[in-house]
């Protein structure tokens, strides 16, 4: 049964995560929380009903599509400030209408679950922290799945690594109009067209 967490509860948490977690210790905090939050959120409701209106709503491959072009639409990506790593709620991101990298693969992966239970679609999402080997460089994607037999703790990947052994998951790129399965750094590449990680550099640091 997902656990409950209220409004409130989600806005003192994400405030209070200690600095010296790893990465894979916030990803799935914040994983969990946004799974709790919001399944039941009339907001939430809502919204993916708005979304879905024009889909068919028995295609989960056209729903999930429909879910990553809405964040990409709707939430411009605005990196934290130099030296600060600020956490978003999915409910702030989405009436901010903006956040960064991880605020929206969180915000979408919230979108998904709350499809999942109000469609009862076989969907899943989880969050991917992407890390360069050798760079002081990470980034924060989505992965989709029309299935919900699978598990959806989030996960470390290397970025030299992002085609390989994804299985039954999909690639679901928030900050950019990629296409629902398009590598995240390919995606990156084709839109700003440069080196991938010259593009990635410039968009962790807010260049444009």
């Given at each position: 049964m997902t656990r409950v967490v209220s409004v409130e509860d989600l806005r003192r948490g994400y405030g209070l995560i200690p600095q010296t977690w790893t990465e894979r210790e916030r990803l799935v905090f914040f994983s969990d929380r946004a799974d709790g939050a919001t399944p039941g959120d009339t907001m939430f409701v809502e919204i993916v009903d708005a979304i879905l209106a024009p889909v068919d709503r028995t295609d989960g491959r056209a729903v999930l599509a429909a879910l990553l072009a809405a964040v990409q639409g709707w939430v411009t990506f605005t990196p934290?400030?130099?030296?600060?790593?600020?956490?978003?709620?999915?409910?702030?991101?989405?009436?901010?209408?903006?956040?960064d990298c991880e605020d929206m693969a969180m915000l979408l992966a919230s979108l998904v679950r709350v499809a999942r239970v109000r469609l009862g679609l076989a969907l899943a999402a989880r969050l991917v922290w992407l890390r360069q080997p050798g760079r002081d460089l990470d980034h924060v994607s989505a992965q989709v799945a029309a299935d919900d037999a699978i598990d959806e703790t989030p996960v470390v990947i290397s970025s030299d690594a992002t085609g390989e052994g994804m299985g039954?998951?999909?690639?679901?790129?928030?900050?950019?109009?990629?296409?629902?399965?398009?590598?995240?750094?390919?995606?990156?590449?084709?839109?700003?067209?440069?080196?991938?990680?010259?593009?990635?550099?410039?968009?962790?640091?807010?260049d444009s």
């Open positions: 934290d400030r130099r030296g600060a790593d600020t956490w978003q709620s999915p409910r702030v991101t989405f009436l901010r209408r903006k956040g039954r998951w999909q690639w679901a790129e928030t900050t950019v109009e990629a296409e629902l399965g398009e590598d995240p750094y390919r995606a990156l590449q084709r839109v700003r067209g440069a080196r991938v990680e010259d593009v990635l550099g410039r968009v962790l640091a807010g």
